[in-house]
C-alpha cells in the first residue's frame, strides 16, 4: 500500500524557517516524481514544486520561487520542503504528493498526482 | 484568482446527475489531453477520481465520468449519493512556462447532496 506521511508543520513567526519532510512506503520511490502541493485555510490547492526521480530536475511556483527549496533522499525514502523567508501567505496544509507524467523534448509534463499524503498545517503569524 | 474557472457550488438530489466545468485556455485544458479531477472531503487529503480527461483510477465508481471539448473540460457524477457531498477540483498540465509552474488547479467547486 503506498503512504506517504507528512511531518515538520507548526508555528512560526514571519521571515523564520520550516523543513517539511514527507516519508513514503509501499513503492520504489526512487522511480517516482514527486510534488509539494498546499492549500490555504477555506481555499483551493496550489501547487509548489516537483523534482524528479533522480533529483536533477526541479520546478517551482513563482510563489515560493528563490525562498522554498525542494530536495529528495532515495535511500531514506523521504521528500523534503525547506522554506525560508515565509510570509503571511505561506499559512497552508502542505501535501506531497506522487506523480504520474512523462519528459517530452527536454520538458516535463505533469499528467496528474495519484496519490497524496494526509498533510501538515504550516502557520506563519506573529 | 485560479488559473482555471470552476464554478464554485453545484448541487442535486440523490438519484440525480450533475456536471462540474473546467474552463482553462490553449495552454492547458484546450492543449493536452492531461486534464484530472479530485475530490477532497473536509479534512481529508484530495483523492484522484478522473485523470488524462476520461479515465477512472481503479477503484473509483463508474458513476464518475470526465470529458472535454475545446479549453473546457467536464466531471459528471451520476446517480447521485450522499458520500459525493465534497469539495471536486480539477487540474491540467500548462505548457505556459517552461521553468514552472507545471501544473494548474482550478479554484474548487462545493458539491451539495440535497
Known amino acids: 500500500e503506498v503512504q506517504l506521511v507528512e511531518s515538520g508543520g507548526g508555528l512560526v513567526q514571519p521571515g523564520g524557517s520550516l523543513r517539511l519532510s514527507c516519508a513514503a512506503s509501499?513503492?520504489?520511490?526512487?522511480?517516482?516524481?514527486m510534488n509539494w502541493v498546499r492549500q490555504a485555510p477555506g481555499k483551493g490547492l496550489e501547487w509548489v514544486s516537483y523534482?524528479?526521480?533522480?533529483?536533477?530536475?526541479?520546478y517551482y511556483a513563482d510563489s515560493v520561487k528563490g525562498r522554498f527549496t525542494i530536495s529528495r533522499d532515495n535511500a531514506k525514502n523521504s521528500l523534503y520542503l525547506q522554506m525560508n523567508s515565509l510570509r503571511a501567505e505561506d499559512t497552508a496544509v502542505y501535501y506531497c504528493?506522487?506523480?504520474?507524467?512523462?519528459?517530452?523534448?527536454?520538458?516535463?509534463?505533469?499528467?496528474?498526482?495519484?496519490?497524496w499524503g494526509q498533510g501538515t498545517l504550516v502557520t506563519v503569524s506573529s | 484568482q485560479s488559473a482555471l474557472t470552476q464554478p464554485a457550488s453545484v448541487s442535486g438530489s440523490p438519484g440525480q446527475s450533475i456536471t462540474i466545468s473546467c474552463t482553462g485556455t490553449s495552454s492547458d485544458v484546450g492543449g493536452y489531453n492531461y486534464v484530472s479531477w479530485y475530490q477532497q472531503h473536509p479534512g481529508k487529503a484530495p483523492k484522484l477520481m478522473i485523470y488524462d480527461v476520461s479515465n477512472r483510477p481503479s477503484g473509483v465508481s463508474n458513476r464518475f465520468s470526465g470529458s472535454k471539448s475545446g479549453n473546457t473540460a467536464s466531471l459528471t457524477i451520476s446517480g447521485l449519493q450522499a458520500e459525493d457531498e465534497a469539495d471536486y477540483y480539477c487540474s491540467s498540465y500548462t505548457s505556459s512556462s517552461t521553468l514552472g509552474p507545471i501544473v494548474v488547479f482550478g479554484g474548487g467547486t462545493k458539491l451539495t447532496v440535497l
Open positions: 523534482i524528479s526521480s533522480s533529483g536533477s530536475t526541479i
Open positions: 509501499g513503492f520504489t520511490f526512487s522511480s517516482y516524481e
Open positions: 504528493a506522487r506523480d504520474r507524467g512523462d519528459y517530452v523534448w527536454g520538458s516535463y509534463r505533469l499528467y496528474y498526482f495519484d496519490y
